[in-house]
């Protein structure tokens, strides 16, 4: 294309550093701001305005920020059961799936401890909250044993077995905690029984201690990835199956452990949301919402390419911005979801601008010949 | 565009030109002030090593590159393709070496395929007529009716010749155009190349070794080198030393002188080993055979004789149906791969890119593929990359592996770097039994000289070697044992300076060795009569 006397080309980038992708992410998200005020427009709204009380809710509001940060670590946990799989070349679509099983198994240490008759149960937290964790991280494990096992053993096609095992298990939770579940409110209402207070997970300056685990996670997955023998061979079978194989690796163990680990990340994003949040602390009627709501971590894995560090801002923005949005769409009076519609345009921009780390523009003066 | 520019162009009169191409990538200048030049009815041998631009300038003349400087002129009008689809529109037409066929298909929907009178309504009939007549006048054989993939390679590339001109193509560019076949199917494509070229069709193979094809040939061979041209000679006056010395830069070694070591104690053993193809068919037959420290036992056949079975048995990648591996005197029959590695068994396949290296991982990763289970660079669960680069470094200078850096991905490698950093790094092992499948397969000259003198090097060193390979000279100059293999069994078992030539030939092709009968083989590993 000419620009006065340059012309813009597109060329091939041999390779992309660091600081080149994190600029492509911010404009991106610029660019996607930017696209989205139109429909702020359309409505009727100004887009300053909006995303001014978008950003300052989120981030900056004593009733907002709370709000983000839980979302924040449910959303980083989603993150990470996406990107261990991913990491071996495998999709795991079954996160929704895989932390419901991870709540169930949660809820299950509290019923047998009796959490589900009184309300007031003293009951220990420094025991049954580690047995919670375990559990929920052990259900969840459970469940990405499945495909982890099917893809290992007889090469059956993961993204079909996770996907169909989220079904089977939002159902199951609905078993449990609607009329006559071993889980129902003994209100009924359709939800499970409440925890009782003395096992509400403990807050740090009202944020759930779960925030060390997903901050940890990132640490911990990053170290594993970059140093360890066992993640040098989930990335030689995410790269090339047949080539991790000569080299002597496990093509069976490789997908049942990503799946099995992913899982259990996933089962602990499930506690997190149903048994570590305040004002939840139950299985709610509207728990498809947060199952519908881990896909995100699908998303906020591609965007950060992998990378367990950079899945931090990714995750925190896309938390943000789904309270924001929220929040803005009932103060302005927005007739339309403006949450979902928002990280929809998001997504779509940060994917698609993943085409400029493969190639650049370039502007460069026009030679003298012509075509 | 300007269609029907070769429309009445006669023999001798210049299809095809190319002045001054010049292309450069970031970092490369790929093509440097090209010329080329090709009339109707020539047969014009484009030659170089791996890396010295053929493929940039076949892209170029193919539409997919533009150059940065230079023009191509076909029927003596300047053209700039904007696509292929424009060259192939102005009758030019590419015969790729990774056939682009769809195999699901027949024969005949692939030729139509792209074609511009499909689309609308097919006459498969008139059609079949036509194509059957190219057949005849060229002497191609095919069956237009069966699917792509029940082609042998060599039938999949007369699909893709069969496809070029009957979309009108005047200029056939060949890329590396006997690559992959067996020596009569290379014979009949030669004499359908020298047919073609009788009909006015101008002709460009590129040839990266197999310098014989282009002496058979060619009219004229051009000679390229670090992207420029080295020389453009009338093959009538060269040789296969000259020519080889033009592409490389220096005179190379065609013969090894075969070292005889002292041979030691016997490290493999394999009795009456079966297996099953991929394909479900019975692929080995019950081989036995041994080798024992110091020297080489070659296994020559064409391809789909089972060779690869037995390599990947060795290594560990495939289940034996039936028989017995013994490694020293330990049973290894059913090892994984990764004991056999621990074992010091090492195994170089075949398959560079898509077994025997990671594409997106750098080279001291690809490197860390023979280490990351090794006491010495792994402690407690951690690999020690800072050891595995510094063994990286010393392999990258040893073996002149040409790479900007450790960090460069392996993609980046050409075939023969590639083939160069797989090898250093088995034996870097220094493996009692190496399996070496197809080592040399598609390397340029001077790769070619540098692994074998590699394997050389090794036996020196006492290991026992199995040389799996299609180049019946290869394994005739380097090998103590020569096995050749047909439909899973071996042939017999010659000592190498017994081996004549024709007879390893035609054992190849099926027919045992009387002198040598396959029961001693048997029996005794062959190795004491």
New interface residues.
């Given amino acids: 294309m000419r620009i006065g006397s340059h012309e813009l080309k597109i060329e091939k980038r041999l390779m992309l550093v660091g600081w080149q992708a994190a600029v492509i992410s911010i404009l991106a998200i610029m660019f996607a701001l930017a696209l989205f005020s139109i429909i702020f427009v359309l409505a009727g709204i100004n887009p300053l305005l909006a995303y001014q009380e978008i950003f300052s809710y989120a981030f900056a509001n004593p009733y907002g920020l709370p709000l983000t940060i839980n979302r924040f670590i449910f959303l980083l946990l989603c993150t990470y059961a996406f990107i261990i799989p991913f990491r071996a070349g495998l999709w795991n679509i079954g996160m929704t799936g895989q932390l419901y099983a991870g709540t169930l198994g949660a809820f299950a240490i509290l019923f047998a401890f009796g959490g589900k008759n009184s309300h007031t149960a003293e009951l220990s937290p420094e025991i049954l909250i580690p047995l919670m964790l375990i559990a929920a991280a052990l259900g969840g494990g459970v469940l990405g044993a499945i495909p982890g096992f099917l893809k290992g053993k007889f090469n059956i096609n993961e993204i079909v077995v996770t996907m169909m095992l989220n079904f089977i298990v939002f159902w199951l939770v609905a078993f449990m905690i609607k009329e006559g579940g071993l889980f129902m409110n003994p209100g009924g209402r359709g939800e499970s029984f409440e925890l009782p207070p003395s096992v509400y997970a403990p807050l740090i300056t009202g944020v759930p201690f779960t925030i060390f685990l997903g901050l940890g996670l990132a640490v911990l997955l990053y170290f594993l990835f970059a140093k360890t023998k066992i993640g040098y061979q989930i990335r030689a079978y995410g790269h090339n199956p047949a080539a991790a194989r000569y080299a002597g690796i496990s093509t069976f163990k490789i997908p049942l452990l990503v799946f099995v680990i992913g899982g259990a990340v996933a089962g602990l994003a499930g506690y997190h949301y149903f048994a570590a949040v305040p004002g939840v602390y139950k299985i709610a009627r509207n728990y498809g919402f947060f199952g519908d709501l881990a896909f995100y971590g699908i998303i906020c894995g591609l965007i950060s390419l992998g990378n367990p560090l950079l899945s931090i801002p990714v995750a925190l923005l896309f938390g943000g911005l789904s309270i924001g949005g929220r929040f803005v769409q009932g103060k302005l009076h927005i007739g339309f979801g403006v949450d979902y519609a928002l990280l929809g345009v998001l997504m779509i921009t940060l994917v698609a601008f993943q085409f400029f780390y493969r190639y650049r523009l370039v502007l460069r003066p026009l030679k003298g010949s012509d075509e | 565009m300007q269609n029907g520019l070769l429309e009445s162009i006669k023999r001798g009169e210049t299809v095809l030109e190319a002045r001054g191409i010049t292309k450069r990538f970031?970092?490369v200048l790929a093509n440097d002030r090209i010329d080329f030049e090709i009339k109707a009815g020539e047969i014009h041998a484009i030659l170089g090593e791996n890396g010295a631009g053929k493929t940039t300038l076949m892209n170029i003349l193919f539409g997919l590159y533009q150059p940065d400087e230079g023009e191509v002129i076909i029927g003596g009008k300047e053209v700039?393709f904007r696509s292929p689809l424009d060259a192939i529109d102005l009758g030019i037409g590419m015969v790729h070496q990774n056939r682009k066929l769809v195999s699901a298909h027949t024969v005949i929907e692939n030729i139509v395929l792209g074609h511009p009178r499909a689309g609308k309504i097919l006459d498969l009939k008139r059609t079949g007529h036509e194509i059957n007549e190219l057949c005849d006048r060229y002497g191609f054989k095919i069956d237009l009716r069966a699917k792509v993939w029940q082609l042998s390679e060599g039938e999949k590339q007369v699909v893709e010749i069969l496809k070029a001109l009957y979309r009108g193509a005047k200029v056939l560019i060949l890329d590396e155009p006997t690559s992959a076949l067996a020596p009569p199917e290379t014979k009949k494509l030669l004499a359908s190349i020298e047919a073609m070229a009788r009909d006015e069709l101008a002709i460009v193979p590129f040839i990266t070794h197999k310098l014989p094809i282009v002496l058979a040939i060619s009219d004229r061979v051009t000679v390229l080198r670090r992207g420029r041209v080295t020389a453009r000679l009338e093959t009538a006056r060269v040789t296969e030393k000259s020519l080889a010395k033009e592409m490389v830069g220096r005179e190379v070694i065609f013969r090894l002188e075969r070292t005889s070591v002292e041979k030691g104690e016997p490290i493999l053993q394999v009795e009456n080993l079966s297996a099953v193809s991929d394909k479900g068919f019975l692929a080995l037959k019950g081989i036995s055979f041994s080798v024992r420290e110091g020297e080489i036992f070659g296994i020559a056949g064409v391809s789909g004789n089972g060779q690869h079975e037995l390599a990947e048995i060795l290594?560990?990648?495939r289940k034996a149906e039936g028989g017995k591996v013994t490694l020293g005197g330990r049973d290894i029959t059913y090892c994984?791969?990764?004991e056999?590695?621990q074992m010091g068994i090492g195994?170089i396949?075949s398959?560079r890119t898509?077994?025997?290296?990671?594409?997106?991982?750098s080279l001291v990763?690809n490197v860390?593929?023979?280490f990351?289970?090794d006491d010495a660079y792994?402690q407690r669960?951690?690999?020690d990359?800072r050891n595995i680069r510094k063994l990286t470094q010393e392999i990258v200078s040893e073996y002149s592996v040409m790479a900007p850096s450790p960090d460069t991905k392996a993609k980046n490698l050409s075939g023969g770097n590639l083939q160069k950093l797989i090898l250093a790094r088995v034996l870097s092992r220094r493996p009692r039994l190496l399996i070496a499948n197809l080592p040399t397969q598609g390397l340029d000259v001077g790769a070619t000289e540098f692994v074998r003198n590699k394997l050389m090097e090794a036996k020196k060193q006492k290991a026992g070697i199995i040389l799996i390979s299609e180049d019946l000279d290869e394994v005739l100059s380097l090998s103590d044992w020569v096995a050749p293999i047909y439909e899973g069994e071996f042939m017999g078992i010659i000592a190498g300076e017994e081996t004549k030539r024709d007879r390893v030939g035609a054992m190849m092709a099926g027919s045992r060795s009387s002198l040598f009968p396959p029961q001693v083989g048997e029996d005794e590993g062959g190795k004491e009569t």
């Fill in positions: 970031p970092g700039k290594a560990g990648l994984t791969s990764l056999r590695w195994y396949p398959e898509e077994v025997g290296s990671i594409g997106d991982f990763e860390t593929m023979n990351y289970f792994s669960g951690i690999v990359y």
